[in-house]
């Protein structure tokens, strides 16, 4: 499907495996110039590289900790190489526990340092660059944990509940400078080396009793179906699109 995508400059945070690394492919696949963004520049360039033989001159990368001050380097990549940003998709996040007490004011400062305060950052540095697209968009990654109470640590939640809240605010506040934001509500996404994979490990007749007692699909997404998610709402099929909610989670929330 043609999305209007061709030549677009795309940035992706968090794009070196799983759902980040689908939604790169899935911008190149529309024709897109995508760059990746994750801590390790090493990773980044093996995946430029193989990608590239496909999109030859369509993918580039710039590593940095958008947690830290690297957030200004990733700005700076792209004013120098594109002068613009067309799309940002604001997908750096973690839900992994770090302790069991689900009260532990140091964890709640990591998940919100991690889930929202890296995408503020970023924001803060890329406002200009996507004024310059003039049409330009941004998709949040937040998760259906956000919606109602499940099993992910409550810090976790609250996290992505706020992530939620931002573009909220945002699709306000920019519209006046041609900027649309939306936000993808993902559900239970199964990658190599993600954390479901994790738990299926240590529980796999558990986790299958919970997919098959909460997911109404009876199964795990797959990153692409959440890739193909955003896409569509960066794209010009989504032109009256913003400050919307799209959920992928196989039918799992039952908030109304």
């Known amino acids: 499907m043609n999305l209007g995508l061709q030549d677009k400059v795309v ?3 968090g794009s070196s495996r799983g759902i980040g690394l689908a939604i790169a492919k899935s911008f190149l696949q529309e024709g897109a110039n995508v760059i990746i963004n994750a801590r390790d520049e090493e990773r980044l360039k093996h995946i430029a590289d193989e990608l590239g033989h496909e999109y030859q001159g369509k993918i580039s990368f710039i590593a940095g900790n958008v947690l830290h001050d690297d957030a200004c380097n ?3 990549f792209i004013w120098n190489k594109f002068g613009k940003l067309d799309v940002f998709v604001a997908n750096v996040g973690n839900g992994k526990p770090e302790t069991e007490d689900r009260l532990d004011v140091d964890e ?3 998940f919100f340092d991690i889930n929202v305060f890296g995408n503020v950052r970023v924001l803060r540095d890329l406002q200009e660059l996507l004024k310059k ?4 968009s941004i998709v949040f990654v937040s998760s259906i944990v956000a919606k109602e109470v499940s099993s992910a640590p409550a810090a976790y939640a609250a996290a992505k509940s706020a992530v939620i809240t931002l573009s909220k605010y945002l699709s ?3 519209a006046q400078d041609g900027i649309r934001v939306n936000c993808v509500l993902p559900g239970n996404i199964y990658f190599p080396n993600g954390r479901w994979e994790e738990l299926k490990n240590g529980d796999p007749v558990g986790v299958e009793e919970y997919i ?3 997911v109404p699909m009876k199964r795990f997404g797959k990153p692409e179906e959440v890739a193909n998610a955003v896409t569509f709402l960066a794209s010009e099929c989504a032109s009256f699109i913003s400050g919307a909610e799209l959920t992928v989670d196989g039918g799992q929330l039952k908030s109304v």
Do not use: D, E, F
């Not at 697209?133 to 330009?136: D, F, I, K, L």
């Open 11 to 13: 940035l992706i945070t």
């Open 74 to 76: 990733i700005s700076r």
């Open 108 to 110: 709640w400062k990591r």
């Open 133 to 136: 697209g003039g049409t330009s």
């Open 172 to 174: 306000s506040l920019w």
């Open 212 to 214: 098959n007692g909460n």
